[in-house]
C-alpha cells in the first residue's frame, strides 16, 4: 500500500490574505436545501443517474485499472460520501484505509473557520509549533487528502471529532488505482490549499459600455481564444490541463497541475489566447472581439467545488492570495497591458518538494523565455510562428542592456504591490508580427495609477 504524504511538518504559505480567504470561503459552501427525517437525524437526497454519472468522472485516466466491483465500489463510495457532505454543511478533510472500509474525517465546516480565525494575529513561519491552528489546518488542506491512521486520529483528537467508520460492499484492492480515485473522490467533498499556483486573469476592457448582446458575444469571442490557444499547445505536447472561473468581464484561468513546468506552461498559454485575440480584433467588425488587459501572478490559493443543485460541481473553482493580487492589478492596467506580480514561483514539482527552491518573477520570465522554442512552427492565422521574445520592459542603458522597470500600484483600500509591464512579441514566417502588451515609454512620468519604483539592474551574462 502506497504511504501517504506526511504533511505535518512547517510549509511556506502567504499569511493573512490565505487565512482571511479561508474564513469567507467557508460559508458559501453551507447548508441550503435538505430533506430531514428529524431533528437529529437528516437525509440529504441527489439524483442517484446524476451523482453516478458524476462519480465515474473522476476514473478519468484510471478506468482501466479496475474491475467491475471495484467501480461499483467506489461509485457507491461516493454516495456515502454525499452524505456526509450533506449539501456543503461538512467538510470531508481526509481518509485512509481501515478494516473492510475507511476512515473519514468528517469536520462541520464552521469548525474549520474557528480554527482561522483563533489562529488571527499568529505570524505564520518555518518555527510554527504544532500548537499554532493556522499551521495545523494548512498542513490538514495541503495535498494529498490520504493520511495514515495515525494522522488521522491525531487530526480528529486535535478538532475534538471522532473518525468516522464507513464500510465499504467490498473490501480495497489497495491498489494505486483505487487510492488515487478515493482521493480524487474526498477532494471533490473537501477544501484545498495549494501554497504556490499560477493564475492568469483576463478582463475585457470597457465590458459594462457595450450592450448585453455585444457583451455575450466579446465572452464568447474571449473563451474562443482561451480554447484555441489550448488546442494549439495540445498539438505541441504542451499539456496544460486549465481551468477557468468567470469574473463577469472576463475569467481567471490556472493549471490544474503544479509545479514550475505547469507554471510555464500557463505563461505560455496566456501568449496565445492574447494571440488569437489580437488576430481576431483585426478581422473583426463592430465591438464584438474584446480589447484585453492582462495579469499573470502566483501565489497561494484555496480550491474548493461549488455545489450545483444537490451535488458537488465537476469543476473547482479557487479563491484566495492570488486571486486577490491579481483583482487589485486588473483595477490598475492600462487597456492591451500586460501586469506580471512580484512573486516567487515554486521550481519543484510541488509545494511538497524542496520547498525552499523558488525563482523570483524576472527569473520566471527569463526561464520561461529558454522554452519558447517549443512553439515554433505553430500557426497563427495560417502563418507559422518563427520565433517568440517575451520580456518584461524598462529602460534603454547605455551599453545595449536595459534595465527592468519594477512598477508599484496603490489600491483603492491603501496598500501597494510591485508589478512588472510584460511584452510579448510573435514572429510570423509571413504575416506582420503580433505586439502584445505596451510599450515602455508609456509608462514614464507619475500621471498614470502606476509608478516606477525603481529600476532593477540586470547582470551582464557571463561567457
Known amino acids: ?106 469536520v462541520h465546516h464552521y469548525a474549520i473557520a474557528d480554527y482561522a480565525i483563533a489562529s488571527e494575529g499568529t505570524s505564520p513561519g518555518v518555527n510554527q509549533s504544532d500548537s499554532d491552528p493556522h499551521a495545523f489546518i494548512m498542513r490538514m488542506l495541503t495535498g494529498s487528502r490520504q493520511f495514515s491512521e495515525r494522522q488521522l486520529r491525531n487530526a480528529a483528537r486535535l478538532l475534538g471529532i471522532e473518525p468516522v467508520y464507513e464500510k465499504l460492499r467490498h473490501p480495497l484492492a ?34 459594462s459600455l457595450v450592450s448585453p448582446f455585444e457583451q455575450m458575444t466579446q465572452l ?45 506552461h500557463l505563461y505560455h498559454f496566456m501568449h496565445l489566447a492574447l494571440a488569437d485575440n489580437a488576430i481576431a480584433r483585426r478581422k473583426a467588425h463592430g465591438r464584438t472581439v474584446p480589447l484585453l488587459r492582462a495579469c499573470f501572478h502566483i501565489g497561494g490559493c484555496y480550491e474548493f467545488y461549488q455545489a450545483e443543485g444537490l451535488n458537488p460541481t465537476i469543476q473547482s473553482d479557487i479563491v484566495g492570495d492570488v486571486t486577490i493580487e491579481l483583482a487589485r492589478m486588473i483595477e490598475r492596467a492600462l487597456p492591451g497591458q500586460i501586469l506580471v506580480g512580484e512573486f516567487e514561483a515554486l521550481q519543484a514539482g510541488s509545494e511538497l ?48 542592456t536595459f534595465t527592468i522597470r519594477k512598477l508599484v500600484i496603490n489600491d483603492k483600500h491603501g496598500l501597494s504591490r510591485n508589478v512588472f509591464n510584460a511584452k510579448i512579441n510573435i514572429y510570423r514566417s509571413a504575416g506582420a508580427p503580433i505586439l502584445l502588451g505596451i510599450e515602455d515609454r508609456l509608462l514614464r512620468g507619475d500621471k498614470f495609477a502606476i509608478t516606477t519604483d525603481e529600476h532593477v539592474h540586470r547582470d551582464p551574462p557571463h561567457h
Open 1 to 106: 500500500m502506497p504511504a501517504p504524504v506526511d504533511r505535518f511538518s512547517p510549509t511556506r504559505d502567504s499569511a493573512a490574505g490565505a487565512r482571511l480567504a479561508l474564513v469567507r470561503l467557508l460559508p458559501e459552501t453551507a447548508l441550503r436545501h435538505a430533506t430531514v427525517r428529524d431533528s437529529k437525524d437528516q437525509i440529504f437526497l441527489a439524483d442517484p443517474e446524476i451523482l453516478e454519472s458524476i462519480s465515474t468522472s473522476v476514473f478519468v485516466g484510471l478506468a482501466e485499472d479496475l474491475d467491475l466491483q471495484q467501480r461499483g465500489n467506489l461509485i457507491d463510495l461516493d454516495k456515502r460520501l454525499h452524505a456526509h457532505w450533506a449539501l456543503g454543511n461538512n467538510c470531508i478533510l481526509g481518509w485512509c484505509p481501515h478494516e473492510s472500509g475507511l476512515l473519514l474525517l468528517v
Open 174 to 207: 489497495n491498489t494505486d488505482a483505487e487510492f488515487q480515485i478515493i482521493d480524487r473522490l474526498v477532494q471533490r467533498y473537501s477544501i484545498s490549499f495549494v501554497a504556490n499556483r499560477a493564475v492568469a486573469l483576463f478582463d475585457i476592457v470597457g465590458f
Open 220 to 264: 464568447n469571442s474571449l473563451s474562443h481564444s482561451l480554447n484555441s490557444a489550448h488546442s494549439k499547445m495540445f498539438d505541441k505536447k504542451m499539456e496544460i490541463d486549465f481551468a477557468r472561473s468567470s469574473t463577469g468581464d472576463g475569467f481567471y484561468i490556472w493549471n490544474r497541475e503544479l509545479g514550475n513546468t505547469a507554471n510555464t
Open 353 to 400: 518538494e524542496n520547498p525552499d527552491k523558488y525563482l523570483p518573477s524576472i527569473e520566471f520570465v527569463d526561464h520561461a523565455q529558454k522554452n519558447l522554442s517549443q512553439l515554433n512552427g505553430l500557426k497563427l492565422s495560417g502563418d507559422a510562428i518563427e520565433s517568440i521574445k517575451c520580456y518584461l520592459t524598462g529602460r534603454a542603458q547605455p551599453d545595449g
